[in-house]
């Protein structure tokens, strides 16, 4: 915490803008008036395609004002017209050319320019007039310009409209009236880097949390087993879980070989192919005066030569016609009947099929999502792969966790760094990260709030009332008190 605090006030002291202001193009469009008629000036007096209203010129861009009061306007939505969002606008630029004709008679033109700015919630927050009503009457061009900052800035204002008022006080039918070109309006704006990017400076009020995502993102591309809430989680540990014992799932690819030989491992009375089954025969049923070498050669043999498909058997075609010769000369030569021949001992409780057939039933539980080592183990294996959280965490728990301990490790790092700097300025970019990263707390904004603002009216918290004199004095016969007037009195006499 003191190291914190320390960095803190250093941070202070070294604080700097990350923005920068700019300037809009130019927001009027000459063919978007509202409220005007455009066409070409038909010229000469009492000539009008727009009654007593303002006509704009297509060839000139020009406006002219007639007889009639007339209001021509732009609203320009800012956001839309910047084509960004995250912007602080501090004021704009003006600039118009007008003039008034001098052949008006003895009426007054009115001639006024008006700008209003709207904030983001749609409040009338600045307004602007500019009015030329009195000012030239000679037929004379005249530009205005000026640079307008506000005393606040707006954090994506809703709009800027300018208005301009016109009317020919002489009253001339046709347009002799004031007339306004090359009008231009631009913003001064700054583009908030941190809004489109908060990695963009550690100052970005979502620095933290932008890095934090940052670490948990790459940290999941590296190795998708990183977290359960990294997409790709579940294929990856599947295929993690597969490599390590194919006999983790019956979907495993080589499942099939992995089982079958497990259960040959265990059992080689599993099936006659396994490796190791005549050995097993020999030393189960074999005589132990026979050539044990010989007996296997002869059991193996033997195996191969009667193992017949039980499938293919039901479905052969008798040869001579009768069945029970049939059967004679097709009936397949057991495993039992082979022993029976080479052994001298025969068992006398179980046939070797039947202890194949317990073995299998045995084994066949082990098979599939409950093979042996595999399911038992399974759930072993997934809280060794996830960190021992999978199942006594949630997932948005889970990657909260591994964002924060991302951030601790980014933080010793960069201290690292900061220890390792050349100079006051790399050592302040660093300190600047430091800070940032160490405040992180994952989930902090979802404990915010915001406090009604206001204050309390003054209130009565005690009626008027009179503090009685205290009766302790009428004790002992108002004694003490007459003693104490004494006293007092005693003090003020003059000596005889």
Not at 259 to 281: E, I, S
Not at 295 to 308: G, L, P, R
Request: proline content about 4%; hydrophobic content about 30%.
């Amino acid at each position: 915490m003191k190291l914190q605090r320390i960095l803190a006030g250093v941070l202070l002291l070294f604080c700097f803008s990350v923005s920068k202001a700019e300037t809009s193009q130019n927001l009027i469009d000459p063919q978007a008036w509202d409220g005007a008629t455009y066409g070409t000036d038909p010229g000469g007096c009492c000539a009008s395609i727009s009654g007593s209203g303002a006509m704009i010129d297509n060839t000139t861009e020009t406006i002219m004002f007639s007889y009639g009061r007339d209001v021509l306007a732009q609203t320009i939505a800012i956001n839309q017209a910047l084509k960004l969002s995250g912007v602080q606008v501090d004021g704009y630029n003006y600039a118009w050319t007008w003039r008034r004709i001098s052949n008006n008679g003895s009426g007054g033109d009115t001639l006024q320019f008006d700008v209003v700015v709207k904030d983001s919630n749609g409040n009338e927050v600045e307004s602007y007039v500019y009015d030329y009503s009195n000012i030239g009457n000679d037929d004379t061009w005249y530009t205005e310009s000026g640079t307008e900052t506000f005393a606040r800035s707006y954090l994506d204002p809703q709009s800027i409209q300018l208005r301009i008022i016109g009317k020919d006080g002489g009253f001339w039918g046709g347009y002799y009236g004031p007339e306004v070109k090359d009008i231009a309006l631009r913003l001064i704006y700054t583009a908030d880097p941190c809004s489109g990017n908060p990695l963009f400076d550690p100052s970005c009020k979502r620095y933290a949390e932008a890095l934090a995502k940052m670490l948990y993102d790459q940290n999941c591309a590296a190795n998708p087993i990183y977290d359960t809430g990294c997409p790709g989680y579940q294929q990856a540990y599947f295929n993690q879980q597969c490599t390590t014992d194919a006999l983790y799932s019956s979907a495993c690819p080589g499942y099939t070989t992995a089982y079958y030989n497990q259960q040959c491992t265990l059992d080689p009375f599993y099936d006659n192919q396994c490796p190791g089954y005549a050995q097993a025969v020999i030393a189960t049923y074999v005589n132990t005066d026979t050539d044990e070498e010989e007996a296997v050669a002869t059991v193996t043999e033997e195996v191969a030569m009667v193992y017949v498909d039980p499938i293919a058997s039901l479905t052969t075609v008798s040869s001579t016609g009768d069945a029970v010769v049939d059967s004679v000369i097709s009936a397949p030569v057991t495993v039992v009947s082979l022993i029976e021949q080479v052994a001298s001992n025969e068992p006398e409780s179980e046939s070797i099929s039947d202890s194949s057939a317990d073995v299998e039933e045995q084994m066949g539980d082990g098979g599939g999502e409950d093979s042996a080592g595999s399911e038992a183990g399974s759930d072993e294996k997934e809280d060794n792969a996830t960190g021992g959280d999978s199942k006594s965490k949630s997932s948005s728990d889970s990657r909260r966790d591994k964002m924060k301990k991302a951030m601790t490790e980014k933080a010793m790092a960069l201290a690292d760094d900061m220890s390792k700097a050349a100079t006051v300025e790399a050592q302040k970019a660093v300190q600047a990260q430091v800070l940032a990263v160490m405040s992180y707390v994952p989930g902090f904004g979802s404990y915010g709030g915001t406090i009604g603002g206001g204050s309390y009216s003054d209130a009565q918290m005690y009626a008027p009332t009179t503090v009685p004199e205290s009766k302790r004095g009428l004790r002992n016969g108002l004694a003490q008190q007459l003693l104490h007037t004494k006293m007092v009195d005693s003090q003020y006499k003059e000596s005889d």
